[in-house]
């Protein structure tokens, strides 16, 4: 049986920070489950929960919840074991039609978040000379397609960022690792999803194969497995013992499309990404696509 | 004096940070190969004079400053207004950030990724229009390993060149049913300004209160060592005006430097483990060696 474990989470409403949260509230350890709105959002997870589970206020683009956060989980459990950085969204929309300001959101919280909530963490966690980062990519974070410049770029950069201070903080015993999982039926491609203003308005030129990306994404994503694998996945990182890997695909399309990238060239892999007969990513872009082409 | 025979249609390029390194020989070799040029720069009355020497009628220095949406637009229609078109941007400055993740703080970051990310965005979405009128051009970014590979000290730095790559993967797949191509230059290490005129350390550092001070010294001055020994990116910049006259379908990416070459098959062989046991066990002088032999000489202190 493993040590209880004081572990902060963020992006707890839904999704995976909410299996994980929960998952490790039923085994045993003391979990900070943080949220931006706990009063509307708390309740959900907070449900049947003992109370070794806590529900926190904490935006990841404002620093001085963050430091609130961990300032009141020292006062009350004199540590902090484990970081699980999940709060993120997903921006669609070409590169083309990518405003300033949509681009710069979406790194606040994909990619800055992360990086603020680890700076909060890290001073205790190198003088325990013990802790783990454990930060929520995906299958997007290392590899990308039409109308995901945005948010796979947003990933990709939170990969090269753990991937350097893995090694930043190894000499002190903190352990940094990316949980890569694939698309899983959860908010972040529904109501969690944002799409460019350009989109919204009806002003894009790439309006037809994006609509038909989303449409056929959400009808995929309707049909895969729900968030508690991941949650479960989660929860044995914080427990396990042993030296932990960098990256941690979760999943079989994590496994088939990562095992694509890795053994292809670019070239293969475009090919590849161009002529997938699918319903979803990246199918549906690119037979729409190809429709609009030979129409025009 | 023009000794150049022309040989190939007279391409309309537009660069960005061409007062230095790439985006300077990248001008000059452009122009020797008779292309037309706007090398735009922050300060063209500074560093104009030095690129255009000798190519009068072929290069045009203006300013631009990729920080800004304006200076992109401006550049873009100062280019349409000379030649009628824009068959290539070359998206080359950039900045780099040194320090420990732990320690950069936000408006370092903002203005790292408004440089390195956003900013090539904004001059890419200013040519755009252009090149979709004319269902032609090219969009060539210089990247490089840090594209490809992190470590320590390079944490913000590779990560605002991780999105990039990422960013133009994308915008690759989004262009291509309109006859635009993307690509990138994977470049190694070589001798250009950006170790030297273009690096930024973080308050801490800068202040020498960061608990990373010591191994982020080696590593900068290391880097500087190394800099001033590889050659000079001449190369560099012929690889990029081969790529504009190219008439066939670029290449995602055009790796240039024999380093790429080495370290490229290694990261995508390898397993993430093997990869960081050789990196950590690397004792080069600059990236990274010159950080773990500090850490080596210098570890934690080990609590009691």
């Known amino acids: 049986m493993a040590t209880p474990q004081v572990v902060i989470l963020t992006g707890t409403s839904s999704g995976f920070g909410a299996a994980a949260a929960r998952e490790l509230t039923v085994r045993g350890h003391t979990v900070i489950a943080t949220m931006r ?13 003992g109370d070794n589970l806590e529900v926190h206020r904490l935006d990841v683009t404002d620093r ?29 929309g070409a590169v083309e039609d990518l405003a300033e300001d949509e681009l710069a959101s979406q790194l606040d919280t994909n990619v800055i978040g992360p990086v603020r909530t680890a700076q909060a963490v890290l001073p205790t966690m190198r003088e325990q000379r013990q802790g783990k980062i454990i930060n929520i990519s995906s299958v997007a974070g290392r590899m990308t397609g039409p109308a995901f410049g945005a948010y796979c770029g947003s990933k990709w950069a939170l990969e090269a960022m753990s991937e350097a201070l893995r090694f930043e903080v190894s000499p002190w015993g903190v352990e940094v690792v990316l949980v890569e999982p694939g698309t899983q039926h ?8 944002s799409l460019v203003r350009a989109l919204r308005e009806g002003n894009s030129p790439y309006e ?25 996945t989660i929860a044995d990182l914080v427990e396990t013992v042993d030296p932990l890997p960098l990256r941690l695909p979760i999943g079989d399309e994590a496994a088939l499309i990562l095992g694509m990238r890795a053994r292809m060239s670019d070239e293969e892999f475009e090919e590849a990404l161009q002529t997938m007969d699918n319903d979803g990513f990246p199918g549906a872009y690119f037979k729409a696509a190809r429709q609009e082409n030979h129409a025009s | 004096m023009d000794e150049v025979v022309e040989q190939l249609p007279s391409q309309v390029v537009v660069i960005t940070g061409a007062s230095r390194g790439v ?8 122009a020797y190969r008779g292309h037309q040029v706007i090398a735009t720069m922050r300060n063209p009355d500074r560093d104009g004079p030095a690129v255009i020497a000798g190519y009068e009628n072929r290069i045009q220095a203006i300013r631009c400053d990729i920080g800004e949406r304006d200076s992109t637009e401006a550049a873009a229609v100062f280019a349409l207004e000379r030649h009628g078109r824009i068959d290539a941007l070359v998206n080359n400055a950039a900045l780099l950030l040194i320090g420990a993740i732990e320690e950069v703080v936000d408006d370092e970051m903002h203005d790292l990724f408004n440089t390195n990310l956003t900013g090539q965005m904004r001059m890419t979405q200013a040519v755009l229009p252009a090149m979709r009128e004319q269902k032609s051009g090219k969009i060539i970014t210089v990247s490089s390993l840090a594209g490809k590979i992190s470590g320590p000290a390079f944490g913000p730095y590779c990560a605002s060149k991780w999105a990039l790559e990422g960013l133009m ?39 020498g209160v960061s608990a990373y001070q010591a191994p982020c010294e080696a590593f900068v001055k290391g880097e500087q060592v190394r800099a001033n020994l590889n050659p000079g990116v001449r190369t560099v910049a012929c690889n990029i005006a081969d790529a504009i006259e190219f008439p066939d379908p670029l290449a995602p990416h055009i790796p240039v430097g024999f380093d790429v070459h080495r370290v490229m098959p290694l990261r995508q062989r390898m397993t993430h483990d093997e990869f960081e046991a050789m990196i950590s066990s690397m004792r080069n002088e600059g990236f990274p060696g010159s950080w773990f032999g500090t850490i080596e000489a210098n570890p934690p202190v080990p609590i009691s």
């Open chain 2, 23 to 30: 985006g300077f020989e990248t001008a000059r070799e452009l």
């Open chain 1, 186 to 193: 959860t908010g972040a491609q529904f109501d969690n999803m």
């Open chain 1, 37 to 49: 709105d706990p009063d509307q959002d708390g309740p959900t997870i907070s449900q049947s929960m």
């Open chain 2, 169 to 207: 993967e994308s915008l690759r797949y989004e262009l291509a049913p309109l006859g635009i191509e993307v690509s990138l230059i994977l470049m190694g290490a070589y001798r250009t300004q950006i170790q030297f005129k273009s690096t930024f350390l973080t308050k801490k550092l800068q202040d």
């Open chain 1, 64 to 92: 001085a919840s963050i430091d609130a956060v961990v300032a009141t989980t020292l006062e009350r459990h004199g540590r902090v074991d484990a970081l699980v950085n999940n709060a993120a969204y997903l921006l669609l």
């Open chain 1, 208 to 232: 037809a194969p994006c609509n038909a990306l989303i449409a056929g994404h959400q009808k995929y994503a309707a049909n895969r497995p729900g968030p508690r694998t991941v949650g479960s």
